[in-house]
């Protein structure tokens, strides 16, 4: 279950009301959103399966920072909205 589903088992009484769509097609937007998020940030920001065999340490640093904007970008403008 992606981070947004999670969000949504809070609400499951509200989102039953819609027979359980809107949670099922939020949740579907927010992950395709944040996948073409991560995708643009890493090629803007050169960051390469090159440098994740060169540098490990700082590809996954540089990919955690990408992945926390990402949800922050998604949960403002999907989540939240």
């Given at each position: 279950?992606?981070?947004?589903?999670?969000?949504f088992?809070a609400?499951?009484?509200?989102?039953?009301?819609n027979?359980?769509?809107?949670?099922?097609?939020?949740?579907r937007?927010?992950?395709?959103?944040?996948?073409?998020?991560?995708?643009?940030?890493?090629?803007?920001q050169?960051?390469?399966?090159?440098l994740?065999?060169?540098?490990a340490l700082?590809?996954?640093?540089?990919?955690?920072?990408?992945r926390?904007c990402?949800r922050e970008?998604v949960?403002e403008?999907?989540?939240?909205?």
């Amino acid at each position: 279950m992606t981070p947004w589903g999670v969000f949504f088992l809070a609400f499951y009484n509200v989102l039953l009301v819609n027979g359980g769509t809107l949670s099922t097609d939020i949740d579907r937007q927010a992950q395709e959103r944040f996948e073409r998020l991560i995708e643009g940030m890493k090629q803007s920001q050169g960051i390469t399966e090159r440098l994740k065999e060169e540098n490990a340490l700082e590809w996954t640093g540089r990919l955690n920072n990408i992945r926390a904007c990402a949800r922050e970008i998604v949960n403002e403008e999907i989540i939240y909205a």
